[in-house]
């Protein structure tokens, strides 16, 4: 299965940086976790101890209806000073009774009172954002034989210490190592995958030979400039190798039409002046002869040969330079027909529109390709019928020649036809190529042979 290049070069570079962010993520919420567990388990714990300190017997009820603690306070007390000394035991305490009144807190009481008033559960710890603005994990721990509860805090700065640093920054750290692949990501498709998906697209839409990839590309990398530049380089030397074919395929149909032109005039400035010349002493020596009945039939059969002589030559010159090129490609082609269809007896018939005037070379092109496309089907193909169709489009010129012949085997290959013998296919090849237009037969044995002309009217205009 063919795979795409794009595709895998855009997975490579995405996926791995989508799996650094996740593995990071994944890893800094269980870092979260265990801290959340370890802040949940200390401050279970202190609340337990300090429940378990504060029995019963330890509290005497004021006559106000509060608590306070009684000769053993000693066991009591020294929970908190404890706690005073932040070196010894991180955290705090506080009881409060049910109506919410602070019967014993240790140091910062302050903040455990404004926590206490907030929407906190019993027994499960819990973390908090205090009013302080530091992250602290709670825990009520409830004396139902007295009716009160145990509020136990730790703030996650003094129990954790840097980690909380950590914590705090490590999403920081995180995004920007997010931002960081998504820029590598997008300098990677910027600069690589959209230049090669660009060139792709170019070069696979380029008619070689006739146009020219772009030479730059300033947001590629240096690699796909330089393989960018060789392109540009085989697509220049492509072009020219076409502009000299086709200045080669020029050059010999002018020398073969500049050889006919020459072939005419000496026909017409020699032979045909010496039959001419020929036939008018013919003339005159019929006057001098003594038999005059012999003498009329000599010389009207001598005539005769003469003015048939002059007609096959002036045919002649008609053929190598036909004078009705001038009068359009329709009028062309129309003369055309009639001359073949009687030399070579075979019907041809015409369907032709109105075609605007094309430029001398066109319509030659044209001409020359019909000529010899009816000879073809006379001689080679046996045909006794050849249809003619000349369309106009509105955007491209079309001349149809199908006939009724034998057909025969086609190769792509023109250069093959011209070695087989095909040289004819050859030539109308080239000469529609000059002109700018195409060329394509097609024919099956015992079917026939159709070939198909094509100019586009922009390359006329």
């Not at 890893?27 to 714990?45: D, K, L, P, R």
């Not at 000529?371 to 106009?392: C, M, P």
């Amino acid at each position: 299965m063919r795979r795409n290049l794009l595709v895998q070069l855009t997975v490579a570079v995405f996926l791995p940086s989508l799996g650094a962010f996740l593995l990071a993520w994944i890893g800094f919420c269980q870092f979260e976790n265990t801290m959340e567990g370890i802040a949940g388990s200390y401050v279970q714990n202190l609340a337990r101890g300090a429940a378990a300190r504060l029995e019963s017997s330890q509290w005497d009820l004021r006559t106000d209806g509060t608590w306070q603690p009684n000769q053993y306070r000693s066991r009591i007390l020294g929970l908190g000073e404890m706690m005073a000394d932040e070196m010894a035991v991180p955290g705090m305490f506080a009881v409060f009774d049910s109506e919410g009144n602070l019967v014993y807190g240790s140091p910062d009481v302050t903040i455990l009172s404004i926590i206490w008033d907030m929407p906190i559960s019993v027994m499960s710890p819990q973390k908090i954002r205090g009013p302080d603005g530091r992250w602290y994990t709670i825990a009520v721990y409830p004396m139902l034989q007295r009716n009160l509860f145990v509020l136990a805090a730790v703030s996650w700065d003094k129990l954790l210490g840097p980690m909380v640093t950590l914590t705090t920054v490590w999403p920081f750290i995180m995004g920007i190592l997010g931002l960081i692949g998504i820029l590598s990501v997008y300098i990677m498709w910027q600069k690589v995958i959209m230049p090669l998906k660009d060139l792709e697209e170019e070069v696979s839409m380029l008619k070689w030979g006739e146009e020219v990839p772009l030479k730059n590309a300033p947001e590629a990398v240096t690699e796909l400039q330089k393989l960018r530049e060789a392109l540009v380089v085989l697509a220049n030397s492509a072009i020219e190798k076409v502009r000299l074919s086709r200045r080669y395929v020029i050059d010999l149909v002018k020398v073969q039409e500049e050889e006919r032109a020459r072939i005419s005039r000496e026909i017409h400035d020699g032979p045909l002046q010496d039959l001419t010349a020929l036939i008018q002493r013919l003339r005159l020596l019929s006057i001098d002869m003594d038999s005059p009945e012999e003498r009329e039939k000599q010389l009207e059969e001598a005539e005769k040969v003469a003015m048939a002589g002059v007609k096959e030559m002036r045919e002649l010159c008609n053929n190598l330079t036909p004078p009705w090129l001038d009068l359009g490609i329709v009028q062309a082609l129309t003369e055309l027909s009639e001359r073949q269809s009687a030399q070579l007896d075979i019907k041809i018939h015409l369907d032709l529109q109105e075609i605007p005037d094309l430029p001398d070379d066109a319509t030659l092109a044209f001409f020359r390709v019909a000529q010899e496309a009816v000879n073809n089907s006379a001689r080679h193909g046996t045909a006794e019928n050849v249809y003619i169709s000349l369309k106009n489009t509105g955007k491209m010129i079309i001349l149809r020649i199908e006939d009724d012949g034998k057909g025969f085997e086609v190769s792509d290959n023109f250069t093959e036809l011209w070695v087989q013998g095909h040289r004819g296919l050859s030539n109308m090849r080239e000469r529609m190529s000059i002109v700018g237009g195409s060329f394509s037969i097609s024919s099956t044995p015992g079917k026939g042979t159709v070939i198909r002309c094509e100019l586009p009217l922009v390359t006329v205009q």
